[in-house]
């Protein structure tokens, strides 16, 4: 059974840094892609962030040189680095991976960044 759970959101003050975990249980995840979205209030879900089985890593434009993902899969976790963090930063954070052609997502983290 795959489960993700979030961790790390909360407010922040623009130009401010978070960092969230993903903790992944289930024999899947060092062998799989893991990615981060986020939905912001109003908007649709947007890809933010997604890194390999290898390590290799892609990124959102809007988010690119600010947030870096990284994973330990020592740990099955997967993180999400957050730095100089804007106003419309401010969403719903999910952890999401696809095991077996099935989707799985985490309940999110929120982060609200205040100006």
């Known amino acids: 059974q795959v489960q993700l759970v979030e961790s790390g959101g909360g407010l922040v003050q623009a130009g401010g840094s978070l960092r969230l975990s993903c903790a992944a249980s289930?024999?899947?995840?060092?062998?799989?892609?893991m990615d981060w979205y986020r939905q912001a209030p109003g908007k649709q879900r947007e890809l933010v962030a997604v890194i390999s089985s290898v390590g290799s890593t892609n990124y959102a434009d809007s988010v690119k040189g600010r947030f870096t993902i990284s994973r330990d899969n020592a740990k099955s976790t997967v993180y999400l680095q957050m730095n100089s963090l804007k106003p419309e930063d401010t969403a719903v954070y999910y952890c999401h991976a696809i095991v077996r052609n099935m989707n799985y997502w985490g309940k999110g983290t929120l982060v609200t960044v205040s100006s």
């Open positions: 289930g024999r899947f995840f060092s062998g799989n892609t």
